[in-house]
């Protein structure tokens, strides 16, 4: 006999603690199991860690161009490895104390610490125990991918979560990987004063994005000394004198990278391997990912499946907007489905990419007639008066509907901008609603109604 529960929850990423919280409140014997950091990855060894560190990495930057700004920093600018870690871990410790405390002080729920398995569509074992139960929420996240690389078990090499821990700098950090979370070590461990040189197969940066900004950010980290080789299609490692050489053989540049430390940034794959799911007849799909409907319900009532484990979304706020879906529609009555949600993210280099909606690509795929509007960020008053002026921001717009269709805005304070254009595609307003709208001057979201009255047909 095991112990019965309302509700069972593994783990707690983003979706969990929400979720858990919410059923216990509504009177439901709740069960949440996490096997190991309260909080899970974007707490931990994610979002909060990786953007604590990028902050300590820019203030070396603006510190080291103080001169630009007629401010004088007398001596060379020196990078304490040491506190910066320690900043990160006192950031980190916050947020990971809030949720454990959070959830161990939460009436009607029981916190389980293990490995939580399936045993049946009913019932879950964690340790010794057997939870029974008739609802069972499966947000067990993802971990980093290692690639089958020739050579890999002969060097020493970091995850993302490892690199965390480092507490020096690196002489030459060497990235396998030119995505997003390649290049916001890429750029940190730059401007802390490592060399840094990022492999990537593919021919140019962030694939998924559009060229334009994949070119534009490549320059912005050329221009701090980051170094790129593209089109590594033969990537093997050996160990070299307790460091790595990475053997990329492309069609340009040495056939080799010579490095202190390797970084594998290639991608994440999801924490259901070791699920038991075959056991309750939970469906996934070649990758791993469980596959949910529209409400996020796997093919076995009863079991529902948030956060980056089912393969629709790979962000904190697609899980909690999991999270926000699943209770409405369980505990509200408020039929809010997956298909509702604009993909937006955000990629935390500095000056930041702020993405909502289509890339260029996708919306000239979609034979629509499009409407484009551009604007570089040398533009925009903000940008110069701060002597940030890289990037650009653009915008597509259905020219049938006037509704707006997607928007990137590569540049000083794109991740924030370009909420003001999320917000009208939620609203299913025209563009004309922003076109027409007073913005702040002098801020960057200013210039979205100027870029709007520019538009032209996408060639
Ligand atoms: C370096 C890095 C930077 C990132 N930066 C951003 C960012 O800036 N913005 C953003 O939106 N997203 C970012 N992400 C992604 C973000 O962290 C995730 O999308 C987010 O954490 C959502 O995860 P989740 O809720 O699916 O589960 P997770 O946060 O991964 O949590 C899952 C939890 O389940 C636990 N678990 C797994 N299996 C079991 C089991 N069998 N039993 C019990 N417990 C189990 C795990 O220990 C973990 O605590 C970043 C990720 C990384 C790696």
């Known amino acids: 006999m095991g112990q019965k529960f309302d509700a069972v929850v593994i783990g707690t990423g983003q979706a969990g603690p929400s979720l858990a919280t919410r059923l216990a409140k509504q009177g439901m014997r709740t069960a949440i199991i996490e096997r190991k950091l309260f909080g899970g990855t974007c707490v931990n060894v994610g979002c909060t860690p990786t953007k604590t560190l990028v902050a300590s990495a820019r203030a070396a930057h603006v510190a080291r161009r103080g001169a630009d700004f007629g401010v004088v920093v007398d001596a060379p600018v020196k990078v304490d490895m040491k506190r910066v870690k ?11 104390e809030g949720v454990t405390n959070w959830l161990k002080n939460m009436a009607n729920l029981t916190v389980y610490e293990g490995h939580g398995r399936l045993e049946s569509a009913r019932s879950v074992r964690v340790n010794g125990d057997l939870l029974e139960t008739e609802r069972i929420f499966i947000n067990v996240g993802a971990r980093a991918a290692v690639p089958d690389l020739p ?12 690199m965390l821990e480092v507490d020096f700098l690196p002489e030459h950090l060497v990235i396998i990987g030119g995505s997003y979370i390649g290049l916001e070590f890429a750029q940190m461990y730059r401007r802390f004063g490592s060399r840094v040189t990022v492999i990537e197969m593919a021919d140019r940066l962030i694939a998924r994005e559009d060229e334009d900004v994949s070119l534009a950010i490549r320059s912005i980290l050329e221009a701090e000394g980051v170094e790129f080789r593209l089109k590594a299609e033969c990537i093997s490692l050996e160990n070299r004198n307790g460091g790595v050489r990475a053997r990329v053989s492309c069609d340009d540049g040495v056939p080799q990278v010579d490095g202190s430390h390797l970084l594998l940034a290639v991608g994440r794959r999801p924490n259901t391997d070791d699920l038991g799911l075959d056991t309750a007849g939970i469906k996934t799909d070649a990758r791993g990912f469980i596959v949910v409907d529209d409400e996020l319900s796997t093919n076995v009532p009863g079991v529902w499946a948030l956060g980056d484990c089912n393969g629709r979304g790979a962000f904190t706020h697609t899980s909690y907007n ?9 505990l509200d009555g408020d039929r809010r489905r997956l298909s509702d949600r604009i993909d937006c993210y955000g990629l935390f280099i500095d000056p ?23 604007m570089p960020m040398a533009h925009v008053g903000r940008a110069r008066e701060r002597g940030e002026t890289q990037g650009f921001m653009k915008i597509l717009v259905d020219a049938g509907t006037d509704r707006i269709l997607g928007a990137a805005i590569l540049g000083v304070g794109g991740d924030e901008a370009v909420h003001g254009i999320l917000d009208v595609m939620y609203a299913g307003a025209p563009f004309t609603t922003i076109a027409r709208a007073v913005h702040i001057h002098p801020t960057v979201s200013e210039l979205i109604p100027t870029m709007l009255g520019d538009l032209e047909p996408l060639e």
């Open 86 to 96: 320690a900043r990160k871990d006192a950031v980190v410790r916050q947020s990971n």
């Open 151 to 162: 050579g890999l078990g002969q060097v020493d090499y970091l995850s993302n979560s490892d």
């Open 322 to 330: 999991d999270y926000e879906i699943v209770a409405a529609n369980l």
């Open 352 to 374: 930041p990419l702020g993405r909502v909606g289509m890339t260029e690509r996708q919306a000239r795929a979609t034979a629509r007639e499009v409407l484009i509007g551009y």
